[in-house]
T-cell receptor, first 114, second 110 residues
Framework: DTGVSQNPRHKITKRGQNVTFRCDPISEHNRLYWYRQTLGQGPEFLTY????????KSRLLSDRFSAERPKGSFSTLEIQRTEQGDSAMYLC????????????FGSGTRLTVV | GIQVEQSPPDLILQEGANSTLRCNFSDSVNNLQWFHQNPWGQLINLFY???GTKQNGRLSATTVATERYSLLYISSSQTTDSGVYFCAAFLQTSGSRLTFGEGTQLTVNP
């Protein structure tokens, strides 16, 4: 197992375009989380899944954001009609429900909206 | 609301020095983790430590859950220790979300 994998690593898009990011968690982890981090700040929670069910969404997740985990394995995060304020690092993490090792984060996808 | 506070916000050391980073949290915790964010943005898990003391090489951490704080010790610091250190807590009142502090920016000079 190579840990949590995120693709792409970097994405530059024009304002108004749609973008989609992918996260592949650690295979035996049943929880998957999305976080957003802006420059100089700590990561902020967006949403999380337990298996394929999306159990919690932050108020940060506007209607332009949607996340899926269709088979309880990988997840996608889509941003529609991107805005410059969406520029950030998008981080994915996974964990076990009863884990004693906590969260494991991926390397992130850095989004720049121009 | 739920708060995780870290101090100091910035720390500059000479190589070989020791340091202590502090994390205060406002509620009872199920999970307390320390992360190091490298220059490429990846969060490296240092410790999962909801209570007690753990050591890993030159790093150690102590969480006193009853007093709602955790400390990260770095001994004999090296330039590769530079980066941002985050404390994050999974708080009982916040569901499953991990709440991060603002981080401590550590710079170790040669």
């Amino acid at each position: 197992d190579t840990g949590v994998s995120q693709n792409p690593r970097h994405k530059i898009t024009k304002r108004g375009q749609n973008v989609t990011f992918r996260c592949d968690p650690i295979s035996e982890h049943n929880r998957l989380y999305w976080y957003r981090q802006t420059l100089g700040q700590g990561p902020e929670f967006l949403t999380y899944f337990q298996n394929e069910a999306q159990l919690e969404k932050s108020r940060l997740l506007s209607d332009r954001f949607s996340a899926e985990r269709p088979k309880g394995s990988f997840s996608t995060l889509e941003i529609q009609r991107t805005e410059q304020g969406d520029s950030a690092m998008y981080l994915c993490a996974s964990s076990l429900v009863q884990g004693i090792y906590g969260y494991t984060f991926g390397s992130g996808t850095r989004l720049t909206v121009v | 609301g739920i708060q995780v506070e870290q101090s100091p916000p910035d720390l500059i050391l000479q190589e070989g020095a020791n340091s202590t980073l502090r994390c205060n949290f406002s509620d009872s915790v199920n999970n307390l983790q320390w992360f190091h964010q490298n220059p490429w943005g990846q969060l490296i898990n240092l410790f999962y430590i909801p209570s007690g003391t753990k050591q890993n090489g030159r790093l150690s951490a102590t969480t006193v859950a009853t007093e709602r704080y955790s400390l990260l010790y770095i001994s004999s610091s090296q330039t590769t220790d530079s980066g941002v250190y985050f404390c994050a807590a999974f708080l009982q009142t916040s569901g499953s979300r991990l709440t991060f502090g603002e981080g401590t920016q550590l710079t170790v000079n040669p």
